[in-house]
């Protein structure tokens, strides 16, 4: 027995794996700039990490991490969203659109995006 546990109850890590993860685990795929791409991360990752960490793009940005301040800001479906308080998992069938997928930022020069 652990401490905080009740007596005669064992401890099971697999009731705090939710079964949306463990159903979507290696499965999970994002269209960001009308691109899809699979991502690692949990679904219970907030978009804003998945966007600056695995996709490696440099137009939302932290501010706040409330969604209150707007620098996280993208477009998911065409409506303003935070990122910062934006689950991944919950944007699996909808389209992201951030500052690199606007169409002055659209010119692509060797994978990176540069503004014209």
């Keep these: 027995m652990t401490a905080g546990e009740p007596?005669?109850?064992k401890f099971s890590a697999?009731?705090?794996v939710s079964r949306e993860y463990t159903s979507m685990a290696g499965g999970l795929r994002i269209k960001v700039?009308?691109?899809?791409w699979p991502v690692a991360s949990s679904p219970d990752?907030?978009?804003l990490y998945v966007l600056s960490n695995e996709l490696h793009l440099q137009g939302p940005r932290f501010g706040c991490g409330l969604g209150q301040c707007g620098s996280c800001s993208v477009l998911v479906d065409g409506v303003?969203?935070?990122s910062c308080v934006t689950l991944v998992g919950s944007l699996e069938s909808k389209s992201v659109?951030?500052?690199e997928g606007l169409p002055a930022w659209r010119i692509e020069s060797q994978g990176s995006y540069q503004r014209i």
């Design 14 to 16: 697999s009731k705090f």
């Design 7 to 9: 007596a005669g109850q």
């Design 45 to 47: 990752t907030p978009l």
């Design 80 to 82: 303003e969203t935070r």
């Design 33 to 36: 700039n009308e691109r899809l």
């Design 97 to 99: 659109t951030t500052l």
